[in-house]
């Protein structure tokens, strides 16, 4: 079993930082690709960021120059720095990852949710 679990949410005013991070942990034996993503209310969820294992990335355009996805392999950890924050930037944030928990079935890999954790940004 993998658990993804993320913290860091606050409300914050508008050009404030804050940064989230996840944890995974479980029966992990690697983690492929990593993101975030948000879903506001009313809203579909929407990819913000991605970080590959080779750590290639990948930044929505509204918080490019904003935001900045990095990870932490050894501790099996992802991160999100927060700057400039906008209004538009409240949403629930979601943890994401590609996880094998398999060694010899290293092709098996299975996609993990956390279960989000709320920003608010006011004006």
């Known amino acids: 079993q993998v658990q993804l679990l993320e913290s860091g949410g606050d409300f914050v005013q508008a050009g404030g930082s804050l940064r989230l991070s996840c944890a995974a942990s479980?029966?992990?034996?690697?983690?492929?690709?990593m993101a975030w993503y948000r879903q506001a209310p009313g809203l579909q969820r929407e990819l913000v960021a991605s970080?590959?294992?080779?750590?290639?990335?990948y930044y929505a355009d509204s918080v490019k120059g904003r935001f900045t996805i990095y990870r932490d392999n050894a501790k099996n950890m992802l991160y999100l720095q927060m700057d400039s924050l906008r209004p538009e930037d409240t949403a629930v944030y979601y943890c994401?990852?590609?996880?094998?928990?398999?060694?010899?079935?290293?092709?098996?890999?299975?996609?993990?949710w956390g279960r989000g954790t709320q920003v608010t940004v006011s004006s």
């Open positions: 479980g029966s992990i034996f690697s983690i492929n690709d």
């Open positions: 994401n990852a590609d996880i094998v928990t398999d060694g010899s079935k290293w092709w098996e890999v299975n996609g993990y």
């Open positions: 970080i590959s294992s080779g750590d290639s990335l």
